[in-house]
Nanobody, 119 residues
Framework: VQLVESGGGLVRPGGSLRLSCAAS????????MSWYRQAPGSERELVAS????????NYANSVKGRFTISRDNAKNTVYLQMNSLKPEDTAVYYC?????????????WGQGTQVTVSS
């Protein structure tokens, strides 16, 4: 199982970034996918999630209206479009795949990608 994030970097306040997470080694289309983030000295927090077929999404209040999660099941990839970035969005962003089935909790994480919002 692999989840490989990309697209992080340094951006000025008000700018945009698009994160990608390429998945392999499991049936991607069966899993709900999420993006989490963790800033220095803070706990990891849920940013956005999307259902397995992409029909349902959820966002943290702090990113609603600015971030959009999407997925392409044909490409085994989930995305996070981040607009109007703020310094408080600075964190390591992690991709997560999760499936609850037959009493098992399948839970996979990527290695993270750094997003820094600074002038």
């Amino acid at each position: 199982v692999q989840l490989v994030e990309s697209g992080g970097g340094l951006v000025r306040p008000g700018g945009s970034l698009r994160l990608s997470c390429a998945a392999s080694g499991f049936t991607f289309s069966s899993y709900a996918m999420s993006w989490y983030r963790q800033a220095p000295g803070s706990e990891r927090e849920l940013v956005a999630s999307i259902s397995s077929a992409g029909g349902s999404t959820n966002y943290a209040n702090s990113v609603k209206g600015r971030f959009t999660i999407s997925r392409d099941n044909a490409k085994n990839t989930v995305y996070l479009q981040m607009n109007s970035l703020k310094p408080e969005d600075t964190a390591v962003y992690y991709c997560n795949a999760r499936l609850l089935a037959l009493g098992h909790d399948y839970d996979y994480w990527g290695q993270g990608t750094q997003v820094t919002v600074s002038s």
